[in-house]
């Protein structure tokens, strides 16, 4: 029987696949979500099913809300997470969470990514934020908690300008316009990572980028005069 949600279906399955292609989780760590914003549900890969074994019609369909509308397996254990990013940044339609080596040692020393190269200023302009430890009070909800704690991270953020954070003690959430660009980023973050990690153990005390070439390789890229790549 064909589904009504079988393109957003694809779509997370698609990005699902790509977690392990790049090398981002082993087994069944991690997850990607795909939103259709207009009809206001989501797929999300299921709890606990490895991503060499997941098939289109195990994904899970859910409002916005939590409710699942299609789907005979349980929804991610990060589900309330990535509910709790889709609700507060209107911008995005994809969530990626990995527990990649590089940046999930970030993550567990509770250390924010430094901006020191190039790499990491072509697609952001600041360090990578880091969470908060969470308190031993909001374990018990632990999941939407994750999601609160990444919204005061970015009380005073731009998430489509810094489109990735750091939970800590835990590791990385990122996101973007779609499920693809989502994956996308948290690759970008687990090469930023290491580059970060090999600059600061040949040098603990080098400076960050300059401002001048943190504007210069962000605005070329992001810039409203954008001149790198193809039109
Ligand atoms: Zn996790």
Redesign the pocket.
């Known amino acids: 029987m064909s589904s009504p949600y079988r393109e957003i279906k694809e779509r997370a399955w698609a990005a699902n696949q790509e977690i392990p292609k790049r090398g981002l989780a082993i087994y069944t ?2 997850n990607v979500s795909a939103l259709d914003r207009e009809r206001g549900v989501l797929a999300i890969k299921p709890s606990g099913v490895a991503y060499d074994e997941l098939m289109v019609d195990d994904l899970v369909v859910l409002d916005l809300h939590g409710k699942v509308v299609e789907g005979r397996l349980r929804p991610s254990s ?1 589900t309330a997470t990535h509910l709790v990013l889709y609700r507060s940044f209107p911008g995005i339609s994809g969530v990626a ?1 990995t ?1 990649s080596t590089y940046a999930t040692g970030w993550a567990q020393a509770r250390m924010s990514i430094p901006i020191y190269g190039t790499t990491h200023a072509d697609h952001l302009a600041e360090d990578v934020p880091c969470t908060a430890v969470m308190s031993d009070g909001a374990v018990g909800d632990y999941e939407v908690e994750t999601g609160n704690q990444i919204l005061e991270c970015f009380r005073d953020r731009d998430p489509l300008k810094t489109p990735m954070v750091l939970v800590a003690g ?2 990385p959430f990122t996101w973007g316009p779609s499920s693809e660009k989502a994956v996308y980023n948290a690759a970008v973050l687990e090469e930023l990572a290491k580059m970060a990690f090999v600059t600061r153990t040949l040098d603990p005390s080098v400076p960050r980028l300059p401002g001048s070439l943190i504007t210069k390789h962000f605005e070329r890229k992001h810039g409203k005069n954008a001149y790198y790549g193809q039109k």
Do not use: E
Request: cysteine-free; proline content about 0%.
């Open positions: 760590f991690g990060d969470h527990h835990h590791g």
